[in-house]
């Protein structure tokens, strides 16, 4: 069963810098034959996309975060990271994590981020 760690979220003020982890454990296979990325929620609002590595290794981000947010990972430490700059009172969420694969898909318990003005 894959289980995934999230951690390093935090109160930053805006324009900061916060790097995100997370930490997979149970994958049997090559960290990178998954489909990873990171989405958000904010309060009163529906879970959005915010970057992804697809299963061929290409990335992309959503439009609100390109430029600012850098998702990148560490294949033989199975750990997934968005590096967030220039942070916004609007990246305000808790960001999870998920991993798929065929059948196969898993989500963190989120790690809050809060961007004050």
């Known amino acids: 069963q894959v289980q995934l760690v999230e951690s390093g979220g935090g109160l930053v003020q805006a324009g900061g810098s916060l790097r995100l982890s997370c930490a997979a454990s149970g994958i049997t296979v090559s960290f990178s034959d998954y489909a990873m990325g990171w989405y958000r929620q904010a309060p009163g609002k529906q879970r959005e996309f915010v970057a992804r590595f697809s299963r061929n290794g290409s990335a992309n981000s959503a439009d609100s975060v390109k430029g600012r947010f850098t998702i990148s990972r560490d294949n033989a430490k199975k750990t997934l990271y968005l590096q967030m700059n220039s942070l916004k009172p609007e990246d305000t969420a808790v960001y999870y994590c998920?991993?798929?694969?065929?059948?196969?898909?898993?989500w963190g318990q989120g790690t809050q981020v809060t961007v004050s003005s």
């Open positions: 998920n991993v798929n694969r065929g059948l196969t898909a898993a």
